[in-house]
T-cell receptor, first 114, second 115 residues
Framework: AQKITQTQPGMFVQEKEAVTLDCTYD???????LFWYKQPSSGEMIFLIYQGSYDEQNATEGRYSLNFQKARKSANLVISASQLGDSAMYFC???????????FGAGTRLFVKA | DSGVTQTPKHLITATGQRVTLRCSPRSGDLSVYWYQQSLDQGLQFLIQYYNGEERAKGNILERFSAQQFPDLHSELNLSSLELGDSALYFC??????????????FGSGTQLSVL
């Protein structure tokens, strides 16, 4: 069975500093995709970044990067130069060929302090 | 704007009632997904449809049912509602749902309150 674990219910970070949100996953699939989504207080879900299981380089999208450690089955999100607008709920997600569905972790609520 | 339209945005009803949530996917997307987000259980996958056919099923209760119509819009029917069904229900769509890199585009959700 596939599983996503986010162990940090809440995180605080100072504006302009970097922050790492943890995500570990469990799957027996060889081919899978890992995603991070952001959910601001307004409620919508916004795609941030994607990493494929066969990608050798870590994905980057602007201030977002994904620290992918396949052997450890971790896919941590790194946000550089945090902004007040980064305050939101962040979800790690995975899609695998075994289930053909995207499952989500419990989420981490990030608070950016001025 | 994700291009995915969900209606209604808010729904208040009583226990035992039946409601229908509607979703129109992004233009060109063939797959539709339904998720339930509650405070104590996070984002739970309910069901996925691809081009009118059910493809994957998650923790969907027997009181719940869904379908995808020929024009690709989808409806989620919730019946015999209980207090615990109160949640934010998301619809999402993707191109076809077969590729590992296929991101989901989410609607703004329907907030269901069962009183």
């Amino acid at each position: 069975a596939q599983k996503i674990t986010q162990t940090q219910p809440g995180m605080f970070v100072q504006e302009k500093e970097a922050v790492t949100l943890d995500c570990t996953y469990d799957t027996s699939d060889q081919s899978y995709g890992l995603f991070w989504y952001k959910q601001p207080s307004s409620g919508e879900m916004i795609f941030l970044i994607y990493q494929g299981s066969y990608d050798e380089q870590n994905a980057t999208e602007g201030r977002y990067s994904l620290n992918f450690q396949k052997a450890r089955k971790s896919a941590n999100l790194v946000i550089s130069a945090s902004q007040l607008g980064d305050s939101a709920m962040y979800f790690c997600a995975m899609w695998g060929t075994g289930g053909f569905k995207t499952i989500f972790g419990a989420g981490t609520r990030l608070f950016v302090k001025a | 704007d994700s291009g995915v339209t969900q209606t209604p945005k808010h729904l208040i009803t009583a226990t035992g009632q039946r409601v229908t949530l509607r979703c129109s996917p992004r233009s060109g997307d063939l797959s539709v997904y339904w998720y339930q987000q509650s405070l104590d259980q996070g984002l739970q996958f309910l069901i996925q449809y691809y081009n009118g056919e059910e493809r994957a099923k998650g923790n969907i209760l027997e009181r719940f049912s869904a379908q995808q119509f020929p024009d690709l819009h989808s409806e989620l029917n919730l019946s015999s509602l209980e207090l615990g069904d109160s949640a934010l229900y998301f619809c999402a769509s993707s191109v076809d749902g077969w590729a590992t890199n296929e991101k989901l585009f989410f609607g703004s959700g329907t907030q269901l309150s069962v009183l």
